[in-house]
T-cell receptor, first 111, second 113 residues
Framework: QKEVEQDPGPLSVPEGAIVSLNCTYSNSAFQYFMWYRQYSRKGPELLMYTYSSGNKEDGRFTAQVDKSSKYISLFIRDSQPSDSATYLC???????????FGSGTQLTVLP | NAGVTQTPKFQVLKTGQSMTLQCAQDMNHEYMSWYRQDPGMGLRLIHYSVGAGITDQGEVPNGYNVSRSTTEDFPLRLLSAAPSQTSVYFCATGGVGVNSPLHFGNGTRLTVT
């Protein structure tokens, strides 16, 4: 079993929809949680970063972590065609000093 | 400011050939790492380095060697390429915090026939 599991998609939504992307993790030592966005033929880039449980909002994006259920979510409001990309969740344990990635969800926002 | 530069962008090898994937960073970070990305598998850590002269294995190190003689460069060597090493390889540098996130290069697409 992978330490970070992610719904593989692909996910296709109309422009303006609310998108929910989800991951679960199994390692209780994970303390930091991130979402990376990867456009086609490019390297991943950091989108959101959270520490411990709770919500973090940045514009149209909200990252949510529930450590009690080991659940990570990313919500995108008013989705745009430019949001079409692969979204990767990731978790980090300070002791291991390694990022563990989910397998990614491919999102397409249709105009 | 280039960030992380990977060369070559594309490469085709025959089984048994060797090659080196180059990675250079101009961000002055101590930490550098190599990942491979395969469909359905996400990004998997191959090797990483926390500074010049220090390297360690990640999740999938077999078949790959690394060295770190300078802060800027972190080459990945395939000693005897196998079809299972067909993948997209990403080099990354930085940290994991919001002030120093992991910065990735744009990848090397390797095919082993």
């Amino acid at each position: 079993q992978k330490e970070v599991e992610q719904d593989p998609g692909p996910l296709s939504v109309p422009e303006g929809a609310i998108v929910s992307l989800n991951c679960t993790y199994s390692n209780s030592a994970f303390q930091y949680f991130m979402w990376y966005r990867q456009y086609s033929r490019k390297g991943p880039e950091l989108l959101m970063y959270t520490y411990s449980s709770g919500n973090k909002e940045d514009g149209r994006f909200t990252a949510q972590v529930d450590k009690s259920s080991k659940y990570i979510s990313l919500f995108i409001r008013d989705s745009q065609p430019s949001d079409s990309a692969t979204y990767l969740c990731a978790a980090f344990s300070g002791s291991a000093r390694q990022l563990t990635f989910g397998s990614g969800t491919q999102l397409t926002v249709l105009p | 400011n280039a960030g992380v530069t990977q060369t070559p962008k594309f490469q085709v090898l025959k089984t048994g050939q060797s090659m080196t994937l180059q990675c250079a960073q101009d961000m002055n970070h101590e930490y550098m790492s190599w990942y491979r990305q395969d469909p359905g598998m996400g990004l998997r850590l191959i090797h990483y380095s926390v500074g010049a002269g220090i390297t360690d294995q990640g999740e999938v190190p077999n078949g790959y060697n690394v060295s770190r003689s300078t802060t800027e460069d972190f080459p990945l060597r395939l000693l005897s390429a196998a079809p299972s090493q067909t993948s997209v390889y990403f080099c990354a540098t930085g940290g994991v915090g919001v002030n120093s996130p992991l910065h990735f290069g744009n990848g090397t697409r390797l095919t082993v026939t």
